[in-house]
């Protein structure tokens, strides 16, 4: 079936440090990728996109090519800061009229000043 | 614009008992999904609404129910309540199905 697996958690970094999340994915045909960010008591903030092969979704500072050939859509940052601590989620959404989102676990990451 | 509204953000339910939730999407958004946030299980999709209509079911028992308004606000009710059904419960908005999604707060419902 379709779905979304994305590294465990917690993830704790030093700020300023390198930041990569890995998700992969499988599902049939020619889904759109999302990263969702999730801050305590939040509900959930879209972060970024990709809707086809090779797109590259951006936003503050984050990162995610979608690879089709590796069936993934890795988050990256290269400078994290103390205010990027949240959980972040890979998704999927597939084509036609199935259009719900598609979670992956989550990865808590904890950013230390 | 105002954000998608939950209400409300906290409820405490016994077992057995029903609740219904509330979702307000964002002024001119005619499509709602609704979602169950649990730490064993994740982010589950429960259903979609569209126009009044429900576009899309995830695989949840008959004692999840929902329905969409003339004015696209939403209403989600579960009866006979479990303890399982303790999670956070998330409502999406957007414009038409498969467009962007802006997802409210959330209520935590918890089950005693």
């Known amino acids: 079936g379709n779905s979304v697996t994305q590294m465990e958690g917690p993830v704790t970094l030093s700020e300023e440090a390198f930041l990569t999340i890995n998700c992969t994915y499988t599902a049939t045909g020619y889904p759109s990728l999302f990263w969702y960010v999730q801050y305590p008591g939040e509900g959930l903030q879209l972060l970024l996109k990709a809707t086809k092969a090779d797109d590259k979704g951006s936003n503050k500072g984050f990162e995610a090519t979608y690879r089709k050939e590796t069936t993934s859509f890795h988050l990256e940052k290269g400078s994290v800061q103390v205010s990027d601590s949240a959980v972040y989620f890979c998704a999927l959404r597939l084509e036609g009229s199935q259009g719900n989102l598609i979670f992956g676990k989550g990865t808590k990451l904890s950013v230390k000043p | 614009k105002a954000g998608v509204t939950q209400t409300p953000r906290y409820l405490i339910k016994t077992r057995g008992q029903q609740v219904t939730l509330s979702c307000s999407p964002i002024?001119?958004?005619?499509?709602v999904s609704w979602y169950q946030q649990t730490p064993g299980q994740g982010l589950q999709f429960l259903f979609e609404y569209f126009s009044e209509t429900q576009r899309n079911k995830g695989n949840f028992p008959g004692r999840f129910s929902g329905r969409q308004f003339s004015n696209s606000r939403s209403e989600m009710n579960v009866s006979t309540l479990e303890l399982g059904d303790s999670a956070l419960y998330l409502c999406a908005s957007s414009e038409a199905p498969n467009t962007e999604a802006f997802f409210g707060q959330g209520t935590r419902l918890t089950v005693v």
């Open positions: 002024s001119g958004h005619r499509s």
